[in-house]
């Protein structure tokens, strides 16, 4: 079983804060996704990526891939009420047949005004 | 309609009785998959249709549930004899791509919360 572990589990910063969140496993992605999900929705994509070391920025947002393709970090500068939520990362499973995503736990996220 | 749509979004269940769940997704989307969430966890696996076929069932818990896909598009998960530890949200996502995980994204609905008393 492929597992994420995501850290911290729980992390409440006051607004205009910066702060990295990650996802950590002892197996190889062939992708890896960062998904917010909100209380009673379900999760929205926020980025995909793909190539070990790749580094994508989203607004204040910076998601980075691990060379070896088994961590992923996010990154989130001069925090925002609007961050709140639950931050998942997922891995894709890859390979012939079904595919799916593995998920983590989640970050849960809260940006105090 | 231009999201994956589930209903119902809330049911109450007394333990023992069957429910069923439904999900609607993005037209045309070839795959859909069933999660599911405890409270203040991430969504677990359940199980994956591309489209008619039911191509991984691994993450289903127990021979109480199941899942349909007949026509290759609405789905229904079923749950038989509902014991308190299914008491979850049950999250259905969809995705236009054969290979999700690689570059494609999972679109997910709202979900539905389903509490057995």
């Known amino acids: 079983t492929q597992l994420l572990e995501q850290s911290p589990q729980f992390l409440s910063i006051q607004e205009g804060e910066n702060l990295t969140v990650y996802c950590n496993s002892s197996?190889?992605?062939?992708?890896l996704q960062w998904y917010r999900q909100e209380p009673g929705e379900g999760p929205v994509l926020l980025v995909t990526v793909v190539t070990g070391g790749e580094v994508k920025k989203l607004k204040r947002l910076t998601f980075q891939f691990g060379d070896a393709r088994k961590d992923s970090s996010l990154h989130i500068t001069a925090a925002q009420p609007g961050d709140t939520g639950l931050y998942l990362c997922a891995g894709g499973r890859g390979g012939g047949g079904a595919d799916g995503l593995t998920f983590g736990k989640g970050t849960h996220l809260i940006i105090q005004p | 309609g231009a999201g994956v749509s589930q209903s119902p979004r809330y049911k109450v269940a007394k333990r023992g009785q069957d429910v069923a769940l439904r999900c609607d997704p993005i037209?045309?989307?070839?795959?859909l998959f069933w999660y599911q969430q405890a409270l203040g966890q991430g969504p677990e696996f359940l199980t994956y249709f591309q489209n008619e076929a039911q191509l991984d069932k691994s993450g289903l818990p127990s021979d109480r549930f199941f899942a349909e896909r007949p026509e290759g598009s609405v789905s229904t998960l079923k749950i038989q004899r509902t014991q308190q530890e299914d008491s979850a949200v049950y999250l259905c996502a969809s995705s236009g791509s054969r290979r999700t995980g690689r570059n494609g994204e999972l679109f997910f609905g709202e979900g539905s919360r389903l509490t057995v008393l």
């Open positions: 197996s190889v992605f062939s992708s």
């Open positions: 037209s045309g989307h070839v795959s």
